[in-house]
């Protein structure tokens, strides 16, 4: 490990910005554990984050509860990378814990795996599948510098997409322990899939 690295705070991120156009609904309002998924990825991340935003577009901050902390995309930065640095230019002296809302099945037990396993001299710490192998950007936890290089990987217009910046870069890879939690929701077909799936266990 580079002792040089200095290990900076984690700030949990509940990515929310999207169109949800496959869903035809907002993923983040969907309810499968008794509250709107946004609300309850917060919940997860609250409890191990230093501190916790909703990432959303302007025309989401009145669903939001009272009084939650949120960064509006600013809308400089392509697909999910918009949410994700339009956060780290808020702060960029730490960590971001970053969650898609379409992650139903995501719990705290994993998210704990994550952070014990977190390598802070690495750029980022990320799940993936046993299965696939490759970095899961929107479940992972991106320290500074990842974001930085970032910053420079959209300015050279080579690509615009999160996981392919992780495969290139130096980073840790974490299975969870189930990765069923990385199961994405985004359609009604994955919906009801991850319904009958709750139902299971």
Known sequence: MNKCTPEVDVFGLVLCGGKSTRMGEDKGAIVYHDLPQR?????????????????VREDQVAGLPDGADFITDNDRYKG????????????????????????PLMNL???????????????????TTEDGGLPEPLAAIW??????????????GTST????FLINARIKLVVPDDDSVLINANSR?????????????
């Open 143 to 156: 320290e500074p510098a990842g974001l930085q290089q970032s910053l420079e990987h959209l300015a050279r």
């Open 80 to 103: 999910p990378y918009n949410g994700l640095l339009s956060a780290y230019v808020t702060n960029p002296d730490v960590a971001w814990l970053v969650l898609a809302c379409d992650l």
């Open 161 to 164: 997409c999160p996981r392919k």
């Open 39 to 55: 609300e309850y990825l917060f919940s997860l991340l609250s409890h191990i984050c230093n501190r916790t935003y909703y990432s």
């Open 109 to 127: 037990q994993a998210l704990k795996q994550l952070m014990s396993e977190r390598d802070h001299s690495m750029l980022a710490t990320s799940f």
């Open 189 to 201: 077909e994955d919906y009801e899939k991850v319904l009958l799936k709750m139902e299971d266990h």
